[in-house]
């Protein structure tokens, strides 16, 4: 009899290794340790801490792809520096492996590539994957996530994690340093940005979207406090629910601010340096998710889609729109919130992941 690996074990065992995004050394190394030992086919990825296992079948099919993420989160705890698995990256690995343990020797057609990947929380890890080409031949891609129990009550799933997309945008701003006791003689920076923050505020949206933007920092200091400031800088985080919306506030973002700065004499610029798409899934797909949840646990266990934060799985789909995507939720019971430091969840809990990552496989592959 092969080996079944208990996800609630594995977890408890990759939540005393937490690692930072692209350092996830010990965690790649006992994913293939766990892979290899189950016989299946595994090699990391390229320069990366990223891990591919492979499960090939005797006949024709498509390719399916399982991911979980790998990586921690920083923290400062009094005073140390340290990482923690707060966002249940630990329980996502411990899924997919346990059901990788559970899917040896039944795919008979196609290929079942299992994809464990770092850096998500930095949403470079997704980008990092598809430029080694891990998604090339792809036709169906899967992922889940823990949810907190704001989202999903503990014990139930839902078929589709509606992620938004999630920009940082920076704003420099530039001015004219000026003596305070002549202030005419400048362009206050100070002023100017209060300005660009209000021409911001102003923009109109459809009011029918799901939409947020809002500035997270503002600084300004040229030294003393008698002289008037010649730069200020800004940061906004911004929220849509789709790509398209997110593209439509960034353009007219830019026209503001920098419309807004010249007309106050001064200058502007904005740079969008982080951006993670929305959540785009395969209806059919989704609703796939949705009648296997209920197959394998009732009516009663599946619950309405729900959102909330980022996610890099979504490049994968905006890279290779042909690939059917679809990613579920799974109700452990996590407490407080997702990326507290305290946060904790019934991982006995994760067997339905396991469970609902196997069927699919199976329908598609078995």
Not at 150 to 155: I, K, N, R, S
Not at 228 to 233: E, I, M, Q, S
Not at 251 to 273: D, L, S, Y
Request: aromatic share 6%; hydrophobic share 45%; proline share 4%.
């Amino acid at each position: 009899m092969p080996q079944i690996y208990d996800a609630a074990l594995l977890r408890r065992e990759l939540h005393e290794m937490p690692e930072l995004a692209m350092q996830e050394v010990k965690t790649s190394a006992y994913v293939l340790e766990k892979l290899q030992a189950l016989g299946i086919e595994a090699h990391r990825i390229g320069d990366t801490t990223g891990v591919l296992g492979i499960i090939r079948g005797t006949e024709p099919g498509p390719v399916m792809m399982l991911r979980a993420d790998m990586d921690a989160l920083p923290f400062t705890i009094d005073g140390k520096d340290c990482a923690i698995h707060a966002c249940g990256h630990d329980g996502h690995t411990a899924m997919l492996l346990a059901a990788a343990s559970r899917l040896v020797g039944r795919v008979k057609r196609g290929t079942l590539k299992l994809l464990f990947q770092p850096a998500e929380e930095k949403i470079i890890g997704a980008p990092a994957m598809i430029k080694e080409g891990v998604i090339d031949d792809v036709d169906l891609i899967l992922g889940a996530h823990i949810r907190p129990i704001q989202d999903v009550p503990a014990g139930k799933l839902c078929a589709g994690v509606r992620h938004t997309a999630s920009s940082t945008a920076f704003v420099t701003v530039k001015g004219r340093g000026a003596h305070a006791s002549r202030p005419h003689l400048g362009v206050n920076s100070i002023d100017l940005a209060c300005e660009i923050v209000n021409a911001v505020q102003a923009i109109w949206l459809d009011p029918r979207a799901i939409w947020s933007m809002k500035a997270t920092q503002f600084h300004a200091d040229s030294g003393a406090t008698n002289t008037v400031p010649d730069n200020a800088r800004i940061t906004y985080d911004i929220r849509t629910e789709t790509n398209e919306l997110m593209a439509e506030i960034q353009e007219k973002m830019k026209a503001a601010v920098e419309n807004t700065a010249r007309a106050f004499g001064g200058e502007a610029t904005i740079e969008f340096p982080e951006y993670c798409p929305a959540a785009v899934y395969d209806e059919d797909f989704r609703q796939e998710v949705a009648d296997t949840i209920v197959e394998c646990f009732g009516a009663d266990k599946l619950v309405g889609d729900c959102g909330g934060g980022g996610e890099d799985f979504h490049f994968y789909k905006l890279h290779k729109p042909s690939m059917k995507a679809a990613y579920f939720g799974v109700g452990v019971g996590a407490e407080p919130g997702l990326h507290a430091a305290t946060m904790h969840f019934d991982d006995t809990l994760l067997s339905m992941g396991v469970d609902v990552f196997e069927k699919m496989v199976l329908k598609h592959l078995g």
